[in-house]
C-alpha cells in the first residue's frame, strides 16, 4: 500500500542550508572556502562561551534544565519582563513552529511578506494553516498592506526585522501603526534575529507592545551576532499567556545544556557584540564598496548580509563563484545574498566575483 502523504506536506520542499564548507573543498578539492552563505557571525563564537561550554562537559550524562531557569532569568532581566514571559528554542526557528502548531487550525491564514525568511512558509504550511504573502515594496515589507490583508481567519502575522534576505528594516513609525490596526486575536511575531547589528535609531522597541499585554512575540537568536549557531539556541519574549501556551507543546529538553550554557556566558560578553558589530560596520562599507564598483546597487542593508542583482543569471554566478571557493546566496532569480565576512575573506569574494563576471 502506498504511504499516505498529507498534500500540505507533499507540497513541501526541504529546506536548503548554505553549503558547508566541507562538502565544498570535498567536491572540489580546494584548500581554501570562504562561507558567506548563512550569515554567520565571521568573527567566530564570543570566547566566553567557548569557555563555558567546557563546565558543562563533566555533567553531560544529565538532562539539561528543561526549565532553562538560568538563561530565562537572565535574557528576562536583560530586557525587563518577568521571567514568564521568555521562551527557548532549538535556534528560533524552532519557535517559529511552536508558534504556527500552536496558533494555527487547519486554513488559518498567516499573513507575511512575499520575499522573506523562508521558514515562515514552511512552518504554516506544515501546521495546515495558510500562508498569505504580501508583496514588499522597495524591498521593505509593506505593513499598511498586510494590515490589510488581514482577515477573520487571521491567527498570525509575520514581521522579519530587518528582513532576511533583503537587510531592510521597519521604522517604529510603520510599526506602531500596524499595532493600531491589528486586534487582539491576531500574535504578531516580530523576527529580529539581526537586532543587534541595527544601527538606525528608528528601529522599533518591539518589546515595548509585549510589556503592553499585547499579543506579541519578539524573536531573537543567538546564531548571529552571538556566534553560536552551531548549538542551535534562541528565544522568544512574549506575555505570560503566550509563552505558557507555547509551552504545552514544547519539547521539554528543547533547548540543550551546551548551548544553555554559552549562550548566558555571550549574553554577558557585551566586548564580543560590540566588536563584532565594529568588524559587520567596517565589512559593510568595504562590500558595499566593492560591490559598486562593480556596477551594482546593493540594497541598503541594517544586518550583516548584503542582498544585489547581478543582473544576470544569479544561478550561474553563484555556481561560478563555488568553484572559485566561495559560497555565497542564490536566492532567485538574479538576486545574491552574501554575508558580510572579515576584511580578508571579503577582498577574496569581490575579487572572485569580479574574475566571474568577466569570463
Ligand atoms: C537566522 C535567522 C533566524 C534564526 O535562526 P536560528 O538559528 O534558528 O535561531 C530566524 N529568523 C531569521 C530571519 C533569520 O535570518
Same mark, same amino acid.
Given at each position: 500500500?502506498?504511504?499516505?502523504?498529507?498534500?500540505d506536506?507533499?507540497?513541501l520542499?526541504?529546506?536548503?542550508?548554505?553549503?558547508?564548507?566541507?562538502?565544498?573543498?570535498?567536491e572540489?578539492?580546494?584548500?581554501?572556502?570562504?562561507?558567506l552563505?548563512?550569515?554567520? &557571525? %565571521?568573527?567566530? +563564537?564570543s570566547p566566553?562561551? !567557548?569557555? /563555558?561550554? $567546557?563546565?558543562?562537559?563533566?555533567?553531560?550524562?544529565?538532562?539539561p534544565?528543561?526549565?532553562g531557569?538560568r538563561?530565562?532569568?537572565?535574557?528576562?532581566?536583560?530586557?525587563k519582563?518577568?521571567?514568564?514571559?521568555?521562551?527557548?528554542?532549538?535556534?528560533?526557528d524552532?519557535?517559529?513552529?511552536?508558534?504556527?502548531?500552536?496558533?494555527?487550525?487547519?486554513?488559518?491564514?498567516?499573513?507575511?511578506?512575499?520575499?522573506?525568511?523562508?521558514?515562515?512558509?514552511?512552518?504554516?504550511?506544515?501546521?495546515?494553516?495558510?500562508p498569505?504573502?504580501?508583496?514588499?515594496?522597495?524591498?521593505?515589507?509593506?505593513?499598511d498592506?498586510?494590515?490589510r490583508?488581514?482577515?477573520?481567519?487571521?491567527?498570525?502575522?509575520?514581521?522579519? &526585522? %530587518?528582513?532576511? +534576505?533583503?537587510?531592510?528594516? !521597519?521604522? /517604529?513609525? $510603520?510599526?506602531?501603526?500596524?499595532?493600531?490596526?491589528v486586534?487582539?486575536?491576531?500574535?504578531?511575531?516580530?523576527?529580529?534575529?539581526?537586532?543587534?547589528?541595527?544601527?538606525?535609531?528608528?528601529?522599533?522597541?518591539?518589546?515595548r507592545?509585549?510589556?503592553?499585554?499585547?499579543?506579541?512575540?519578539v524573536?531573537?537568536?543567538?546564531?548571529?551576532?552571538?556566534?553560536?549557531?552551531?548549538?542551535?539556541?534562541?528565544?522568544?519574549?512574549?506575555?505570560?499567556?503566550?509563552a505558557?501556551?507555547?509551552?504545552?507543546?514544547?519539547?521539554?529538553?528543547?533547548?540543550?545544556?551546551l548551548?544553555?550554557?554559552?549562550?548566558?556566558?555571550?549574553?554577558?560578553?557585551d566586548?564580543?557584540v560590540?566588536?563584532?558589530?565594529?568588524?559587520?560596520?567596517?565589512?559593510?562599507?568595504?562590500?558595499?564598496?566593492?560591490?559598486?564598483?562593480?556596477?551594482?546597487?546593493?540594497?541598503p542593508?541594517?544586518?550583516?548580509?548584503?542582498?544585489?542583482?547581478?543582473?544576470?543569471?544569479?544561478?550561474?554566478?553563484?555556481?561560478?563563484?563555488?568553484?572559485?571557493?566561495?559560497?555565497?546566496?542564490?536566492?532567485?532569480?538574479?538576486?545574491?545574498?552574501?554575508?558580510?565576512?572579515?576584511?580578508?575573506?571579503?577582498?577574496?569574494?569581490?575579487?572572485a566575483?569580479?574574475?566571474?563576471?568577466?569570463?
Amino acid at each position: 500500500m502506498a504511504l499516505y502523504i498529507h498534500p500540505d506536506i507533499q507540497s513541501l520542499n526541504p529546506y536548503v542550508p548554505g553549503k558547508p564548507v566541507d562538502e565544498l573543498q570535498r567536491e572540489l578539492g580546494l584548500d581554501r572556502v570562504i562561507k558567506l552563505a548563512s550569515n554567520e &557571525n %565571521p568573527v567566530g +563564537p564570543s570566547p566566553k562561551a !567557548v569557555a /563555558a561550554l $567546557a563546565e558543562e562537559h563533566a555533567s553531560l550524562h544529565r538532562y539539561p534544565d528543561g526549565g532553562g531557569y538560568r538563561l530565562r532569568h537572565a535574557i528576562a532581566d536583560r530586557w525587563k519582563v518577568g521571567s514568564d514571559q521568555v521562551i527557548l528554542g532549538n535556534g528560533s526557528d524552532e519557535i517559529l513552529g511552536l508558534l504556527a502548531r500552536a496558533f494555527l487550525a487547519p486554513g488559518d491564514e498567516a499573513v507575511m511578506a512575499d520575499h522573506t525568511f523562508v521558514i515562515y512558509k514552511m512552518e504554516v504550511t506544515a501546521a495546515h494553516g495558510k500562508p498569505v504573502t504580501v508583496p514588499l515594496v522597495d524591498w521593505t515589507h509593506d505593513l499598511d498592506a498586510m494590515a490589510r490583508a488581514i482577515t477573520p481567519r487571521t491567527r498570525l502575522l509575520f514581521v522579519c &526585522n %530587518p528582513n532576511n +534576505p533583503t537587510g531592510t528594516m !521597519v521604522d /517604529a513609525d $510603520a510599526v506602531s501603526r500596524l499595532m493600531d490596526r491589528v486586534s487582539q486575536d491576531i500574535v504578531v511575531v516580530f523576527d529580529e534575529a539581526y537586532f543587534e547589528y541595527v544601527r538606525d535609531p528608528q528601529f522599533p522597541d518591539s518589546i515595548r507592545y509585549v510589556k503592553e499585554g499585547r499579543n506579541a512575540i519578539v524573536l531573537r537568536t543567538f546564531s548571529k551576532i552571538y556566534g553560536l549557531a552551531g548549538l542551535r539556541i534562541g528565544y522568544g519574549i512574549t506575555t505570560p499567556e503566550i509563552a505558557g501556551i507555547l509551552n504545552r507543546i514544547r519539547p521539554p529538553f528543547n533547548a540543550n545544556s551546551l548551548a544553555q550554557r554559552a549562550a548566558l556566558a555571550a549574553l554577558g560578553d557585551d566586548d564580543h557584540v560590540a566588536n563584532s558589530r565594529a568588524v559587520n560596520v567596517a565589512g559593510m562599507e568595504q562590500v558595499g564598496r566593492g560591490l559598486r564598483e562593480l556596477g551594482f546597487e546593493p540594497i541598503p542593508s541594517e544586518a550583516n548580509f548584503l542582498y544585489f542583482d547581478v543582473k544576470r543569471d544569479g544561478r550561474r554566478v553563484f555556481e561560478s563563484l563555488l568553484r572559485e571557493g566561495v559560497i555565497v546566496r542564490h536566492i532567485e532569480g538574479t538576486m545574491l545574498r552574501v554575508t558580510i565576512g572579515q576584511a580578508e575573506d571579503n577582498t577574496v569574494f569581490l575579487h572572485a566575483l569580479k574574475r566571474v563576471l568577466t569570463v
